[in-house]
């Protein structure tokens, strides 16, 4: 599974990292804002009370804090759902394995509404291996049929402390690397690399069976290709 493979490479990440310096939440490129300190550390904590329910994602809440910081972008898109009639923001994480035979890609895109009082989050994560040195740039298929990878959408509705979940069943997604922009800002980590970065993401989801699993719910979502802002980590073990 993915978060066997994965997970040890990122305990203890978040201790290494610190923020970025600026609080200015003003539109840079006319569709991104930039993320206040109050605003990251609430996604962060937010992202961290609905990740449990999906097993794919719990190496998330190791490494969240080196894509949310004070100044971190989000960018604005367009993503038709039936979870909520609010606007998205949305970052991109791509983490990269460089091993002897044994490399890996993981790219993860993470939406959420309101930045202030975020409750609406969608996420599509992709996990593709290689028998090379090179890692994969990225990850394409059916959430019901990947050959050699690992495609998974998620939608979450929080609520106070209760989280609803709804998990893809049915569609299909396409993750990709956009290129990187030079370093992160402020990084300080051994044997990790970490740059600023541009995720290309599309798709389309069926997503139903609540947490619970006493009510059947269903939820949609579908996206575009669009290119959203993030980071790129590089593990060179």
Known sequence: MQRSRSRPLLLGVAAILASC???STAPRGGNKILLTAAQADLLA???GQVVP?????????DSIN???????????VSVATTLT????YAV????????SGNSFTTLTFIAFDNPDNPTNFIFVNGYAPSTTTVPPESVSGDFTAAVNQELSGYAFHLS??????????AGSATLASAGTNGACAHFQGTGVQCNDASLRASFTMDAGADTAGTVITRR?????ASTVAGVRLTFNP
């Open 21 to 23: 310096s600026s609080d």
């Open 45 to 47: 904590s937010r992202i």
């Open 66 to 76: 080196v894509v949310l910081g004070a100044g971190a972008e989000a960018t604005a």
């Open 53 to 61: 329910a999906a097993p794919e994602l719990a190496w998330l809440t």
């Open 160 to 169: 106070g402390s209760q989280v609803t979940t709804w998990h893809s069943f």
């Open 92 to 99: 991109g994480l791509e983490r990269r394995l460089v091993g």
């Open 85 to 88: 009639s609010a606007p998205f």
């Open 220 to 224: 949609t979502a579908t996206m575009s």
